[in-house]
């Protein structure tokens, strides 16, 4: 009872109920728009600010000292994953939930190692994203029942498979692989990760060499083969 309590709005020293503070990082003003009216109607939550990269989040995070972060993974720079790892240091205490347009089998598992409390899928409704934050806020850590007996499953002795094929590839790759085994071109990766398609170039050949494809054709194959794989779990 305890903790379901401390994810709703707490009350000040005259009774009054103060809302809990949310910053959202991400780069899209619609989704601004859409998380700060599901935070408002609640009564319990209110969006403080919106960043758009990582700078920008660091500072008004400083400024603002909220009560948790709603983070994107694809944000302008360094990215979603080098924020994460960064408030580990700068704000050990400062609960963190990825609500992200990627699959939750391909990421939630590297945002939990990198610190996170959760992640939610940008498709996801409302009522989902609220009972995620009020997750978090009380304490807990948030993902889908199906990946929750996933992780679960992976505690049991030698069930920890050894590292290989896209398990290899650091988070950026794991990014641009995914994004390309669901078919999207250099260019259009790069505008997604507002990167530039020369860097992007330069991850494929970084992806192509640790899983070990001679080919752009063997790329799109196996993240095309791996897509599916992630799908049907």
């Not at 728009?33 to 400083?62: P, Y």
């Not at 994107?72 to 609960?95: A, C, I, M, T």
């Not at 170039?201 to 992630?230: C, D, P, V």
Request: net charge positive; hydrophobic share 40%; with cysteine.
């Amino acid at each position: 009872m305890k903790a379901e309590s401390e994810g709703k709005a707490k009350t000040t020293g005259g009774g009054a109920t103060r809302r809990r503070q949310i910053v959202l990082v991400d780069d899209h003003p619609v989704v601004g728009k859409g998380i700060g009216s599901l935070l408002h109607a609640t009564h319990e939550f209110e969006l403080a600010g919106q960043a758009v990269n990582v700078v920008d989040a660091m500072e008004l995070i400083k400024t603002c000292n909220p009560d948790l972060v709603l983070l994107d993974l694809s944000l302008p720079g360094p990215g979603g994953f080098e924020l994460l790892k960064n408030l580990q240091v700068s704000h050990p205490d400062l609960p963190i939930l990825v609500l992200s347009m990627f699959d939750e089998n391909a990421f939630a598992e590297r945002v939990l190692r990198a610190g996170g409390k959760g992640y939610v899928m940008k498709h996801e409704s409302g009522d989902k994203v609220l009972a995620a934050i009020r997750c978090v806020l009380a304490g807990g850590v948030y993902v889908s029942p199906s990946l929750t007996t996933r992780l679960l499953a992976s505690f049991v002795p030698g069930s920890a498979p050894e590292k290989k094929g896209a398990d290899t590839l650091n988070d950026r790759e794991m990014q641009v692989y995914s994004m390309i085994g669901s078919g999207m071109a250099t260019q259009k990766i790069a505008i997604q990760l507002n990167l530039s398609p020369k860097t992007v170039q330069t991850y494929r050949e970084h992806i192509k060499r640790k899983m070990g494809l001679g080919t752009a054709t063997e790329l799109i194959h196996s993240a095309t083969l791996w897509i599916r794989s992630q799908c049907g779990r």
